[in-house]
Structure formats: structure tokens, C-alpha cells
């Protein structure tokens, strides 16, 4: 029975933190809505963010691969070939926006937001398991790319060998670390791990490092609708590829890989998918019935 009437004494409170909370919901979706449909948020890249949003997003970005490298084991850095096998990497895919020693980086790293900074002193805030990770997946919404898509398994710790240096190189040094490092294209063209087994959600992953979702709209990879090219669902239990080749896996690896061959004059770009890629992802096409 006294239970019953305190009970009964909560229940106002719980119903005005309720109301409340309701009301505070629909003024902060209200507020939502202005800033996305008013077009109140200025995406202009020469918008900076507050300093106080710009350290939380930086330590979440922190935090988040912190934890995701935590597992991964770390080869031997130290020899000085894998070194400079990595310094040649590093010339060719890296430079252009995060510059070296002695070396600025191009207009668009320049201009991206976030900067990308030098990484010459990567090896003070990150663990080599750290900057495979980095280098690996890349950083969503920053405009740094996966490089597991580009690089193969040994090339990306040969860049990271490669980072554990940079920070003792002066511009002359690294100058020196180039003129030894093997010349283009060097990096980037290692054989693909074809004995891999063929893995279909590598395979939408792949489809969407690969700009194709620029052109079709693929469903599982989220992406604008554009139909710049045919959408591709249900292209898994269509006959006929660009309406040239029978639909089975082999011919959709042949398509996405010598596209220009196959159908010379199609408006599809060839986009230099290796054939492992192409695999993954023609297996991934054909499961969209
Ligand atoms: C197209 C431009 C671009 C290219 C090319 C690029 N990056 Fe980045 N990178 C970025 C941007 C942007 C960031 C994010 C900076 C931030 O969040 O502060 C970044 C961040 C990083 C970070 C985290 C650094 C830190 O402490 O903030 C690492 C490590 C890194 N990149 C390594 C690489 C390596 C290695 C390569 C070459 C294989 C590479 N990047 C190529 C744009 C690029
Ligand atoms: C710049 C735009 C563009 C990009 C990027 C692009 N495609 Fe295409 N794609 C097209 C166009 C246009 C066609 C139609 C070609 C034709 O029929 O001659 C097409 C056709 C296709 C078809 C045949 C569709 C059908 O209905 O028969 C497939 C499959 C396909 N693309 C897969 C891909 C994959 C996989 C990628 C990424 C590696 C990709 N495309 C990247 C424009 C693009």
C-alpha cells in the first residue's frame, strides 16, 4: 500500500521529464531540419571548423584507430631495402598531399580540409600498427584514401619502414633516400594476391574505391543517384553485359578490367582494376538479383 502511493508520488515527474525531453526532441530536429533543408550549414571549404569541434573529431579519429590497430602483429621495420621500397611509395602516392622534407605539397593538398600535415613526425604520435592501420583503410569524410585497394600487403608496411626514417631526414637526406629508392612506377604494381579466395564483400567495398558507384547507382553502396551509367541491380541475373557479352563471372572480370577492348568507343572508362579486385567484384555483382 506505501509502496503503491510513492509509486503513484513519481509518477508526475517521470511524465514531465518525458514531456520535456519530447519537446526538447522536437526543437532540436526542428533546428536539424533548418540547417539541412534551410541550407544553413555553410559546406564552403574555407569554413573552418570551431577549435573545439576540430579536437573532438581529431581525438575520436584517434581513439577509433587506436582501437582497431590494437591486434594487428608488426613485421621487422628495420631493414633499410623494405625502407626503400617504402621511400618510393612514398614519392609516388604520398607526397602530393602530405609533402617531405625539402618538398611542398601539390595544389589540392594544399587545399584540402583537413590539411593533410607532413608526416615527419608521424612516428611520435602513432605505433607502426598505427600507421599500417592509417595507411590501410584511410580516414573517412578527410579525404585520405584507402590504400589497401592500390598497394598490396608488403608495400603498405614498406611505407610505414619507410615513416619510422622520415623524421630524421633533412631535405638533403631525403633527397638522397630518392635517388636510391627504386624509379617509377615501382609501387603500386605488385602482383595481386590472386591464390586469395574470392571474397564478395571485398568486392562492394572494391566497388566503391573504385569509383564506380560515381557512375552507377549499386545497391549496398551507398552513393548519389546518378545514371551516368545503367544501374546495376539485378545486373547478377541479367543475359547480356553492355549488351555484348553473355553474363557469366569471367566475361564481368574481362569487362571491368579491358573494358575498352571488350566494347571499343563504350563510355565506360577503363579504370585499371587488377584482376583480383575484378574478381571480388564480379562475384559481389552476382549476387544482385
Ligand atoms: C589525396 C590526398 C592524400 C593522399 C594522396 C594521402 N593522404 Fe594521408 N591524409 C590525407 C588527409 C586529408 C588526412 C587527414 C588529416 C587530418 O585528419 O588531420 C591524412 C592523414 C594521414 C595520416 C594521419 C596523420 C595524422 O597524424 O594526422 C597518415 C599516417 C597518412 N595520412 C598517411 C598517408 C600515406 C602513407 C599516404 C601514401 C601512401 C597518404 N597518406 C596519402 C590526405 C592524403
Ligand atoms: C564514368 C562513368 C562510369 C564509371 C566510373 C563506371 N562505369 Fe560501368 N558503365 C558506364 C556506362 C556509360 C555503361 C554503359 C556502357 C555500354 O553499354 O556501352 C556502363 C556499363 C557497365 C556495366 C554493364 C551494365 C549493363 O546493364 O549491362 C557494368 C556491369 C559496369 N558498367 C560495371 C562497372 C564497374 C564494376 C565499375 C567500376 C570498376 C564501373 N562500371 C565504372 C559508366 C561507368
Known amino acids: ?16 521529464v518525458l514531456a520535456t525531453a519530447f519537446v526538447l526532441g522536437l526543437a532540436a530536429a526542428a533546428g536539424a531540419a533548418a540547417l539541412v533543408l534551410g541550407g544553413l550549414y555553410d559546406v564552403a571549404s574555407t569554413q573552418q571548423h570551431w577549435p573545439l569541434t576540430y579536437s573532438v573529431l581529431q581525438k575520436a579519429m584517434q581513439q577509433s584507430v587506436r582501437l582497431r590497430a590494437r591486434d594487428i602483429a608488426e613485421p621487422p621495420l628495420a631493414d633499410e631495402r623494405m625502407a626503400l621500397r617504402g621511400a618510393a611509395c612514398f614519392r609516388d602516392k604520398c607526397v602530393q598531399c602530405h609533402g617531405a622534407p625539402g618538398v611542398a605539397q601539390d595544389d589540392i593538398g594544399k587545399s584540402m580540409q583537413p590539411l593533410p600535415g607532413p608526416l615527419v613526425d608521424a612516428r611520435q604520435h602513432w605505433r607502426p600498427r598505427e600507421l599500417y592501420w592509417l595507411t590501410r583503410h584511410g580516414i573517412r569524410m578527410s579525404g585520405m584514401p584507402a590504400w589497401e585497394f592500390r598497394l598490396s ?15 630524421d631526414l633533412g631535405a638533403t637526406q631525403y633527397e638522397q633516400w630518392m635517388a636510391r629508392a627504386p624509379p617509377p612506377p615501382s609501387c603500386g604494381g605488385a602482383l595481386p594476391d590472386l591464390a586469395a579466395p574470392v571474397d564478395v564483400e571485398r568486392g562492394r567495398v572494391a566497388l566503391h574505391q573504385h569509383a564506380c558507384s560515381a557512375c552507377h547507382v549499386i545497391p549496398g553502396v551507398t552513393g548519389a543517384q546518378v545514371h551516368v551509367g545503367p544501374p546495376l541491380d539485378s545486373i547478377g541475373s541479367r543475359r547480356l553485359i553492355a549488351g555484348t557479352l553473355p553474363n557469366t563471372q569471367e566475361a564481368m572480370v574481362r569487362w571491368i578490367m579491358h573494358t575498352q577492348q571488350v566494347k ?25 538479383r
Open 1 to 16: 500500500m506505501g509502496q503503491n502511493r510513492s509509486a503513484m508520488r513519481k509518477r508526475p515527474p517521470l511524465l514531465v
Open 264 to 288: 571499343p568507343g563504350t563510355a565506360m572508362p577503363q579504370l585499371g582494376v587488377g584482376e583480383r579486385e575484378a574478381r571480388d567484384m564480379a562475384a559481389y555483382l552476382g549476387t544482385l
Open 153 to 167: 600487403e608488403q608495400e603498405l608496411w614498406d611505407v610505414v619502414a619507410f615513416m619510422q626514417r622520415l623524421p
